[in-house]
């Protein structure tokens, strides 16, 4: 019954590689969104789409592009994978109207 | 450029005592206001939240409190429980359709047996 899943957990690639991360939420949330926390710890958001529509995007490198094929599942796919790519990236959902966000478990990527 | 802060990094308390957390933003946009606590390994989980409307908020052992004119919010966890340890991220909203959340750094609350 899980709310908010991400795949994978851990993902550890070379350098100039293409990876794709997918997440899902059973929610009945209408908005979901990318975050990424950086070796600093801060959590910050890269995207948002809401009813498979982009609504933010956040000056991310468009190396990073991001693709809902319904409003339960919202996947990126990065390309060219750089040493400054490693960080762990969370899913997160809400429904539209209410501030509260879900969040998923994080997916943990190291790029060598 | 930071808009929220969370300018303690940790926090140690002693179990059955109060852990006081603190936040402060600079954004006057900000109208809602959430608390998250996070485990090593997981994602964040919603705790407690408030709308600038409100001055405080209550959930069991969790109290949120709101000082819009010093832009500060508190969270307040009495009494402790060793399972409070946890690194405690406040956010900050502007609400609308397309509003996102602003964190702060985080807070490492550990709460001694």
């Known amino acids: 019954d899980t709310a908010v899943s991400q795949t994978p957990k851990y993902l550890v690639t070379q350098m100039g590689n293409d990876k794709s991360i997918k997440c899902e939420q059973n929610?009945?949330?209408?908005?979901m969104y990318w975050y990424k926390q950086d070796s600093k710890k801060f959590l910050k958001i890269m995207f948002s789409?809401?009813?498979?529509?982009?609504?933010i995007n956040e000056t991310v490198p468009n190396r990073f592009s991001p693709k809902s094929p319904d409003k339960a599942h919202l996947n990126l796919h990065i390309n060219s994978l750089e040493l400054g790519d490693s960080a762990v990236y969370f899913c997160?959902?809400?429904?539209?109207?209410?501030?509260?966000?879900?969040f998923g478990p994080g997916t943990r990527l190291l790029v060598l | 450029d930071q808009q929220v802060k969370q300018n303690s990094p940790s926090l140690s308390v002693q179990e059955g005592r109060i852990s006081i957390l603190n936040c402060d933003y600079t954004n006057s946009m900000f109208d809602y206001f959430l608390w998250y606590k996070k485990y090593p390994a997981e994602g964040p989980t919603f705790l407690i939240s408030?709308?600038?409307?409100?001055d405080k908020n209550e959930d069991g052992r969790f109290t949120v409190f709101l000082n819009k004119s010093a832009k500060h919010l508190s969270l307040h966890i009495v009494p402790s429980q060793p399972g409070d340890s946890a690194v405690y991220f406040c956010?900050?909203?502007?609400?609308?359709?397309?509003?996102?959340?602003?964190f702060g750094k985080g807070i490492t609350l550990s709460v001694r047996p």
């Open positions: 789409y809401n009813n498979k529509e982009l609504i």
């Open positions: 408030i709308s600038s409307i409100k």
């Open positions: 997160a959902s809400r429904k539209r109207f209410q501030e509260t966000q879900y």
């Open positions: 929610l009945g949330h209408d908005t």
């Open positions: 956010a900050a909203s502007a609400i609308g359709a397309n509003s996102k959340l602003t």
